[in-house]
């Protein structure tokens, strides 16, 4: 197994060696981070429902009647009354016929491309998609075509070149999580449309966050009702775990015969449906938090922005700073961290060679102390870079 040894190695000294740290205690605003009290600016608790009283105590109540595991698969004997209350209200929140609920963003993906799409078909994939749809892409034996970020020239390009597949799929990202833009979705649809394809949007970050009522992009861009399949999360503004597609009925029933990663895994717990339940109450009925999310994050962006660091295309409350360098990208991670700033530096193979990047993400649970501290803690990283760009001139 020298092997190993040898590819630590070579990822260390590319600079591409990651290492976990340890947050004690619960997920706010700020945490204790290995003994320190810092800001915590880069969870996807963006609504900060994760440590949400309300969500904690429909956790406990859970517990005490359902217990704490589901025993089996939901085909075997896992189904239970929270996963049916759970799917019934992802349908009445999302305005879609059903819902079915997956374990994780990342199974639900694999085992919807997987299973909706095959050898002769051809998916159509924004180049900045989650991983999970990449991977879900290769696991579905289909003619995968990426096109470049939200190019719909390009894509309509890729359209009408296509000939003699199957099945057609577009997919993308609804905010994207590295860039925290928008996919062009009225564009996609009109080009689906035209091109006989169907459409797939993945809302892990729009859920909860964007359009009047939190139910994503498709809300915010007046698209319901058109748009084949919309996945989303649980684990992200809905402060539990998880994920669900919405849509038609027939779309479920199809999905629960053949998606591999809902049949060949353990069904999700109680706590945590009775958790999602209870989010998406409260994304449902109050509109505060969300609303201070969006406040938050202008903040923060205009700050940025105004002392001249580039937030990319940045639309949401994901906001990169791009840095370039993978190295330089962790210096400034580290500098942050002293100012008791807790970010993090997202390098290749995550994104592109080039544009490696702080990223931040707001809270609704942020207040302004916590910001201006963030921003000054950003001020310092712009004057120690400028010191240690020039003293390393090949960077
Ligand atoms: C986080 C994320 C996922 C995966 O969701 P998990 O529930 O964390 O497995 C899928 N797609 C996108 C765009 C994501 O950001």
Redesign the pocket.
């Known amino acids: 197994m020298d092997f190993i040894k040898e590819e630590l190695e070579e990822i260390k000294e590319r600079g591409l060696y990651r290492s976990l740290r340890l947050i004690e205690g619960e997920q706010g605003p700020e945490v204790d981070l290995e003994g320190r009290r810092v800001v915590m600016l880069c969870s ?1 608790n963006y609504l900060g429902l994760a440590n949400h009283p309300r969500l904690k105590e429909a956790a406990v109540e859970a517990v005490k009647k359902y217990g704490c595991g589901s025993g089996a698969s939901r085909l075997i004997s896992g189904n239970m009354e929270l996963h049916q209350e759970l799917e019934r209200r992802i349908a009445g929140f999302k305005h879609t016929e059903a819902a079915l609920v997956f374990s ?3 199974l639900c ?1 694999i085992g919807v491309l997987g299973s909706l799409m095959g050898e002769g078909d051809v998916i159509l994939s924004d180049e900045f998609n ?1 991983a ?2 990449i991977d879900g892409c290769h696991f579905s034996r289909a003619r995968v075509k990426v096109y470049p970020h939200s190019d719909l020239n390009a894509l309509e390009g890729e359209l009408k070149g296509l000939k003699g597949y199957r099945r057609k799929l577009i997919v993308t ?1 609804g905010v994207f ?1 590295m860039d925290g833009d928008l996919a062009p979705l009225p564009g996609i649809v009109e080009l689906a449309k035209k091109y006989k394809a169907m459409t797939m949007i ?1 809302e ?2 729009a859920t909860g966050v964007m359009g009047e009522n939190g139910r994503g992009c498709v809300e915010y861009f007046g698209l319901e009702g058109q748009i084949d399949i919309q996945m989303g ?1 649980l ?2 503004a809905l402060g539990s ?3 669900y597609i919405a849509g038609k009925k027939e779309l479920i029933d199809f999905l629960i015969n053949r998606a591999r990663s809902f049949i060949y895994t353990t069904a999700l717990p109680p706590p945590v449906c009775a958790a999602a339940i209870a989010a998406i109450e409260i994304v449902t009925q109050d509109h505060r938090l969300r609303n201070r999310l969006w406040e938050n994050a202008k903040f923060l962006r205009e700050g940025l922005s105004s002392m001249g660091l580039s937030v990319g295309n940045s639309e949401t409350p994901i906001i990169p700073i791009i840095i370039g360098e993978s190295s330089t990208t962790m210096k400034a991670y580290e500098i942050l961290l002293q100012y008791g700033v807790y970010v993090q530096g997202i390098r290749p193979p995550t994104v592109p060679v080039g544009s490696s990047r702080i990223r931040t993400t707001v809270m609704a649970t942020h207040n302004r102390e916590h910001l201006t501290r963030a921003l000054e803690a950003f001020r310092a990283v712009r004057k120690e870079l400028e010191r240690y760009n020039s003293g390393n001139s090949k960077e």
Do not use: E, F, P, V
């Open positions: 996807n994780s963003g990342y993906n989650h999970s749809i990202d999580s993945d892990a970050h999360t684990s992200k775990l998880g994920a």
